[in-house]
């Protein structure tokens, strides 16, 4: 409802609206709008209210905050619910837990920080307090469980597009979902979900984005970077954070037509930073100390099925996301 409220407020351009309008459009008490319109000052709008005239919004505080968010999502979006949390452990376990009691899908978990951020195989995702971007979609696509791992590409490619055309900076895809910038790690994505043979129950797509952050420790510093360190400018969170939620949505609906990869995979594959590299494949657990194999190959594309294709002395190969992890030979792409 906050969200609602706010949106009306701001679409009525600085001019009073009454309170009944309000309450008759949403069809809630004069006490609902009134304790509504408490809320969003508690959280820093400034909003003048005039007996006979009603309510005015004069600014807004310059924050991460759901219900903005929610109130700047397009009404056609399947992303257009959110929930926001100073801090969380994980926003995947959270919107884990709420499919699981059966919400339904559309959902967008965010968190300010959080204290066991998740990362693929096992790892964990440093997630500081004013410093990243992190949040899950809670997703349920009518597709069969092989063709929603789709989304593992589709997503990396709205975050590498969605940089690209928000900050002027060209980001580049590490198969199979690592959003990359001048070589080094951007954005980290977590799709997770729960399905049987033949159906997906639900979905969630978890992404890490390093936003504001100054400094990495030294063992990161040469494989990741920001997007403050790529700008030199602090970057404005809730502004890319509702573009972004915008284009997944409108990708998301061409994944539902199309179920399957191909209307992302030649966008997807121009910005392949492993084409033509020298890659290493590790097969197994590919980050432990014994990797069940290693080869070494160049790297091609990526076929309709998100398999990598790579040539390993001379003869095509192709390796599928989930069982391998590729690193470049010498340096993290
Ligand atoms: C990776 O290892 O590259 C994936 C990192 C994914 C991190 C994001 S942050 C938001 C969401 N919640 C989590 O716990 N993990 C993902």
Redesign the pocket.
């Known amino acids: 409802m906050k969200a609602e409220i706010l949106k009306a407020l701001k679409e009525a351009g600085g001019k009073y609206i009454s309170g009944a309008v309000l309450c008759e459009r949403f069809g809630v008490s004069r006490q609902a709008v009134w304790k509504n319109m408490a809320a969003l000052k508690e959280a820093g709008y400034e909003i003048e209210s005039v007996s006979n005239k009603g309510y005015r919004l004069i600014s807004s505080p310059d924050r991460f905050y759901g219900p903005e968010i929610e109130s700047r999502l397009s009404e056609e979006n399947i992303l257009k619910r959110v929930m926001y949390f100073e801090e969380l452990d994980?926003?995947?376990?959270k919107a884990k837990q709420l499919a699981e009691a059966g919400e339904e899908e559309g959902l967008v978990v965010i968190?300010e920080s959080?204290t066991?951020?998740?990362?693929?195989?096992g790892?964990c995702?440093k997630?500081g307090k004013g410093e990243?971007i992190?949040?899950?979609f809670l997703l349920r696509p009518p597709v069969l469980p092989t063709q929603a791992s789709a989304l593992v590409f589709m997503t990396a490619l709205v975050v590498a597009e969605s940089i690209e055309k928000y900050f002027g900076i060209s980001a580049g895809i590490k198969w199979p979902?690592?959003v990359v910038v001048n070589g080094k790690?951007l954005c980290?994505?977590?799709i997770e979900g729960s399905a049987e043979e033949s159906t997906v129950h639900y979905m969630i797509v978890?992404?890490?984005i390093n936003a504001n952050t100054e400094e990495f420790p030294e063992e990161l510093k040469k494989k990741a970077t920001s997007l403050f360190l790529e700008t030199k400018k602090k970057i404005n969170r809730l502004e890319f954070t509702t573009e972004l939620i915008n284009a997944f949505d409108q990708y998301y609906k061409k994944f539902l037509e199309a179920q399957n990869l191909r209307p992302f995979l030649e966008k997807y594959n121009a910005r392949l930073v492993n084409r033509d590299k020298e890659v290493k494949i590790y097969y197994g657990l590919a980050e432990s100390a014994n990797p069940e194999k290693i080869e070494t190959g160049i790297a091609k594309s990526v076929d309709e099925h998100g398999a990598l294709v790579v040539f390993v002395n001379g003869q095509e190969k192709r390796v599928m996301y989930g069982e391998v992890s590729v690193r470049g030979i010498l340096d993290y792409v």
């Open positions: 994980s926003t995947n376990i968190a959080q066991s951020g998740k990362g693929r195989r790892r995702w997630s990243g992190y949040m899950s979902n690592d790690k980290g994505i977590l978890g992404v890490g």
